[in-house]
C-alpha cells in the first residue's frame, strides 16, 4: 500500500527530489523508483542521514544482551544500506563534521554538505508558563529532557549509577519526556527507588508549554549521554537556554565550539559530572552577555540548516541548465 501510495505521488507530478529523513525507506524508494517507466520523470534522491546508523545500531543491540552473531548481521546489514544510499544520492547531509568525513569516505564522494542540528526558540504564552511554574520546584533544580530511545537511559545510568543520593532534599532533578518510564522501569533505579523518588520530579511526556517552562525556569541543564550516533537535538535546546550545562564529550559532538562557554562544563568522569551537578545548584542563577546570546542562536534551524535549500537549488539550477 505504501509503495503505491508514493508511485501515485511521484506520477502525480515531476518531483525533482526525494529527500529521505534517516536510511530506512531507501527499499520502498528504491522499489518505486524502479517500477517508473523510461519516459517517467525520475526525482534525485536526497540522504539526510542523523548519524551513522549502522555503528549506532550494533552499540544498541550490544548493549541489550544480542549475540554477537546478532550484532554482526543486524550491522553488516544496515552498513550495506547506508553505503547503498550515500552512493546512489545526489546529496547527502550530515550533521557533524565526522559524519561528513566518514560518509564521504562510505560513498566514494567529496560533497557531503554538513547541515548541524538546532532548535527552535522557546515561545509559549505567560499563562502557559506561569501554570507549569507552580508545578515545578521552588528551589533550583536540575532538568532532564529526553525521549525513550535506550541510549538516553544508558548514559543516565553510566553517570548517576542506581542512585540520586549525592543530591540534597531540596535540590530535585525534573525528568521529562518519554526517557521517565525507562528509568522508572529499570531494575538499577528501583534498587534504590525512595531516595530516587525523593530527589526527582519525574513529568513523562509534557506538552510544548512544559517544555518552555523547563527551558525558561530550570537551573542546571544535564546531558548524560555516552553512547548514540550523530549530534544530540537536546544538546541545542540546553545551549540556547542561558542555564548552566552539563554534558559529557559525547554529548557535544557537533557542538564543540560552545565548549568553554560561560556555564558551559564537560565532565566525563561520573563522579565530576556528579560533584559539578551539586556545585551548579548551589550556584546563582547563570547570567550570560549579549555576546554569548549571539553565539548560541546560531543554533537556531534557520541558521543550522541554510545550506540544505542552498544546495538543492543549486543542483536543480545546474540539471535544468544541462
Known sequence: QARDALLRVLR??????????HLYLWPLVRACLAELGPQEHRP???HSAHNIEHAMKRQILAQSG??????????????ALEREITLEAEIVFAVTAADQAY???????ED???????????????????????????????????????????????????SLAFLPPDRKLVIAGGV????EKHREYRRWAGINDDRTLRLGIVDDAGIVALRRLGHVYILPITAGGGSNIKT?????????????????RGFEDFIGDPGVFVEDDPHAFRARLF????????????????????????????PMPTHLLATFARHAHA
Open 112 to 162: 557531503a554538505v554538513l547541515a548541524p542540528n538546532g532548535t527552535s526558540p522557546p515561545d509559549a504564552s505567560p499563562d502557559a508558563i506561569e501554570t507549569w511554574k507552580r508545578a515545578l520546584p521552588r528551589e533550583p533544580f536540575a532538568v532532564f529532557v529526553s525521549s525513550a530511545h535506550p541510549p538516553n537511559a544508558v548514559g543516565f545510568f553510566s553517570v548517576f549509577s542506581q
Open 236 to 252: 541545542a535546546e540546553a545551549l540556547l537556554t542561558g542555564a548552566y550545562v552539563i554534558g559529557t564529550s559525547t554529548a557535544f
Open 180 to 183: 521517565t518510564s525507562l528509568l
Open 66 to 79: 544480542a549475540t554477537e552473531a546478532l550484532v554482526a548481521q543486524h550491522g553488516e546489514d544496515i552498513l
Open 44 to 46: 534525485r534522491i536526497v
Open 12 to 21: 502525480s507530478k515531476p518531483y525533482d527530489f526525494i529527500q529521505i529523513d
Open 279 to 306: 556545585e551548579l545548584l548551589h550556584r546563582e542563577r547563570l547570567a550570560i552577555g549579549e555576546a554569548e546570546l549571539n553565539h548560541r542562536r546560531r543554533l537556531l534551524w534557520e541558521s543550522t540548516l541554510a
Open 103 to 109: 560518509l564521504n569516505e562510505l560513498g566514494q564522494r
